[in-house]
T-cell receptor, first 115, second 112 residues
Framework: EAAVTQSPRNKVTVTGGNVTLSCRQTNSHNYMYWYRQDTGHGLRLIHYSYGAGNLQIGDVPDGYKATRTTQEDFFLLLELASPSQTSLYFC??????????????FGSGTRLTVL | GEQVEQRPPHLSVREGDSAIIICTYTDSATAYFSWYKQEAGAGLQLLMSVLSNVDRKEEQGLTVLLNKKDKRLSLNLTAAHPGDSAVYFCAVSARVVGQLTFGRGTRLQVYA
């Protein structure tokens, strides 16, 4: 089973602060995703990537950058954090093809609070 | 783009009763349908998925029904037990990467 590990589990920063959320997957999946989860909105896709060096824009990308440094590692960057970015962030990964291609494997989440 | 409505947002049932969660979607090209479960403090985990050529799928006390005519997807937990208490999400797509649309979630509580 795919393993997706996120760090940190919790993060508190101030408005204007610089935050990096980390994600590592150990099942050699091609695709990795960053979602935010907010009450009343479900999960919304911020960015995703299909391999090292690749980045695709999701549905709510404003205020976020992301970088995929290796097959395993995907980072979400908030360079000027705002209170509206207070949320629960999930990383996920998936295969590129095959019968399980659409299955997302999620990490346990990072709760970010921007004061 | 795709719009997904999920209801109810909250559901409370007695142990042994059934719990039904419904999602409606708007895009006729939607071809992949799934349900995820999120337990407290954890990420989402896939429960079941079906493609558009399947109307009904049953696994381990769960039944997924797909009505393409009405663009409706349902999840039925038969004989719910307290371990089923969690938040459930539907997620659908036209099988294009990066276009999986989630419902807003249903918080299910099963009480003894």
């Amino acid at each position: 089973e795919a393993a997706v590990t996120q760090s940190p589990r919790n993060k508190v920063t101030v408005t204007g602060g610089n935050v990096t959320l980390s994600c590592r997957q150990t099942n050699s999946h091609n695709y990795m995703y960053w979602y935010r989860q907010d009450t009343g909105h479900g999960l919304r896709l911020i960015h995703y990537s299909y391999g090292a060096g690749n980045l695709q824009i999701g549905d709510v990308p404003d205020g976020y950058k992301a970088t995929r440094t290796t097959q395993e590692d995907f980072f979400l960057l908030l360079e000027l954090a705002s209170p509206s970015q207070t949320s629960l962030y999930f990383c996920a990964s998936s295969d590129a093809w095959g019968p399980s291609a659409e299955t997302l494997y999620f990490g346990s989440g990072t709760r970010l609070t921007v004061l | 783009g795709e719009q997904v409505e999920q209801r109810p947002p909250h559901l409370s049932v007695r142990e042994g009763d059934s719990a039904i969660i419904i999602c409606t979607y708007t895009d006729s090209a939607t071809a992949y349908f799934s349900w995820y479960k999120q337990e407290a403090g954890a990420g989402l985990q896939l429960l079941m998925s079906v493609l558009s050529n399947v109307d009904r799928k049953e696994e381990q006390g769960l039944t997924v029904l797909l009505n393409k005519k009405d663009k409706r997807l349902s999840l039925n937990l038969t004989a719910a037990h307290p371990g089923d208490s969690a938040v459930y999400f539907c997620a659908v797509s036209a099988r294009v990467v990066g276009q999986l649309t989630f419902g807003r979630g249903t918080r299910l509580q099963v009480y003894a």
